[in-house]
């Protein structure tokens, strides 16, 4: 079975992330800018310019991040009541 398109896309960008030779780039972009776009908008979503500056926030509303339910964790260690007096298992961790 051959690779998906998103594979190959994967693929391509990574080859073009690691070309450091401006001349080869500069034909590339030529190549992209002649190739004929059946759709832009897709074009568009698929290519999104890298960001100057991203931040924390930014990425914690574009990821829809919950953050940590400490209460539930805490409900889960004390319904989970191991018993270890003698530190066994932070020793185990720690050897």
């Known amino acids: 079975m051959g690779d998906t398109i998103d594979t190959k896309k ?3 960008v ?5 070309v450091q030779d401006e001349a080869l780039l500069d034909l590339l972009e030529k190549i992209f800018d002649s190739a004929p776009v059946a759709n832009t908008a ?6 999104k310019p890298i960001r100057q500056r991203q ?6 509303q574009e990821q829809n ?3 940590f339910d400490r209460a539930g ?5 004390e319904e989970l009541d191991v018993q270890d007096p003698d530190g ?3 020793k185990l961790l720690t050897s």
């Open 10 to 12: 994967v693929r391509l």
């Open 14 to 18: 990574n080859k073009i992330t690691a």
């Open 42 to 47: 897709v074009w568009a979503k698929v290519v």
């Open 55 to 60: 931040t924390i926030e930014d990425m914690v």
């Open 65 to 67: 991040f919950q953050g």
């Open 73 to 77: 964790f805490d409900k889960i260690i």
């Open 88 to 90: 066994e298992l932070l």
